[in-house]
């Protein structure tokens, strides 16, 4: 692979995890960040980090000097509810600044884009598991504006000589293993996240937001995923694009089954034997009642297999992370 992979959001969750599963393959790294949400302690000093907005037109001048071959764009907002309040948010900072970063992209000669997408581009599925082709009808401005990027890279990539993958995350959760990155968030909103907190008395008790969902136990069921067989998915994505430059993807990422809220919150209680308060409470904005992936065709395209699938192990990540955290002071 000759040139670098430019992340953006390398300083967040995710993308963070995504530099590690990279400069562990042997890739060189420019992160592109503009740390209004992430820490630049987060990122792997084994990397560049270029405190800068994706949309800035100055990214095309990181492209030339880092001779960026490939781009893995995290960065945006990701907060299903906030998205609800501030929609016009939801589409600056991941519709509008994507489209930029495209541009720069295309204009540099980028071969090979790898875009951060989401299962809420589906909406409230029809069937679950929801594949690929299923309909993507969001229910909220996240889902919106990151289907609309979708649409953008799609367009893109028909017209100039440039490929992409669309990752459509599920629930993502849990930490580096080897406790070199995790969820850092400031005022998270994520369950798993919500819940270690509690457990280390960050917070007094979790929220059950909704008990009333046609589901088995009334609660959200969500398909979590650990960010490191994530992160390992995007490294084997890279592959895929480099190895048919002709051929784009759209590839649903999770692992094909479900846990309730209060399933995920029994599970908290075990890793960490504390029972976390539990307060129910009505729905939150925005909310479908069940997401799980059909992974079929990750399953077929790339060799990428889970390694981390057990929702305890995930927690005992998330929760290890959790108390490194505390440990920092932060
Ligand atoms: N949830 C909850 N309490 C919380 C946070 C989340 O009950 O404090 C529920 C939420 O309603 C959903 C599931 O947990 O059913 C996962 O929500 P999260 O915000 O983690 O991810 P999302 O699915 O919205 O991307």
Redesign the pocket.
């Known amino acids: 692979f000759d040139g670098k992979v430019m992340v953006t959001g390398g300083a967040g969750y995710i993308g963070s995890h995504a530099v590690l599963a990279l400069l562990d393959a042997g890739y060189e790294v420019v992160v592109v960040d503009n740390l209004v949400t992430g820490f630049a302690w987060a990122v792997d000093p084994r990397a560049t980090l270029v405190e800068m907005a994706v949309e800035d037109p100055a990214v095309r001048q990181v492209i030339r000097d880092h001779r960026v071959r490939a781009i893995m764009h995290f960065a945006g907002s990701v907060v299903?509810p906030e998205s609800v309040s501030d929609p016009l948010k939801y589409y600056r900072n991941n519709t509008v600044a994507s489209r930029a970063l495209i541009e720069s992209a295309v204009e540099e000669g980028v071969a090979h884009f790898i875009f951060s997408s989401t299962a809420a581009t589906y909406g409230t599925p029809q069937r679950v598991p929801v594949a690929e082709g299923d309909p993507t009808v969001p229910i909220n401005p996240y889902g919106m504006s990151k289907l609309m990027t979708e649409a953008m890279l799609r367009d893109v990539a028909a017209a100039h000589p440039i490929n992409y993958c669309a990752l459509r995350y599920f629930?993502v959760a849990g930490a580096d293993p080897q406790g070199r990155s995790g969820q850092s968030t400031v005022g998270a909103?994520?369950?798993i996240k919500?819940a270690v907190e509690a457990a280390t008395g960050k917070r007094g008790h979790?929220?059950?937001?909704?008990t009333d969902f046609a589901t088995r136990d009334g609660?959200?069921v969500?398909d979590y995923i650990h960010v490191s067989d994530l992160a390992d998915a995007h490294v084997a994505a890279l592959g895929l694009l480099v190895s048919q430059p002709a051929e784009s993807h759209i590839l649903n990422c999770g692992y094909g089954r479900g846990f309730s809220?209060l399933e995920v919150l029994d599970a908290v209680d075990r890793v960490t034997n504390v029972a976390i308060e539990r307060r129910f409470e009505g729905r939150?904005a925005g909310?479908p009642a069940e997401?799980v992936a059909d992974n079929r065709a990750i399953l077929a395209a790339l060799p990428w297999r889970p390694k981390r699938d057990d929702l305890d192990g995930i927690v005992h990540d998330a929760l290890a992370w959790e108390r490194k955290l505390a440990e920092m002071g932060k």
């Open positions: 299903v629930n909103t994520h369950l919500i979790v929220g059950v937001f909704g609660t959200g969500r809220v939150r909310d997401l």
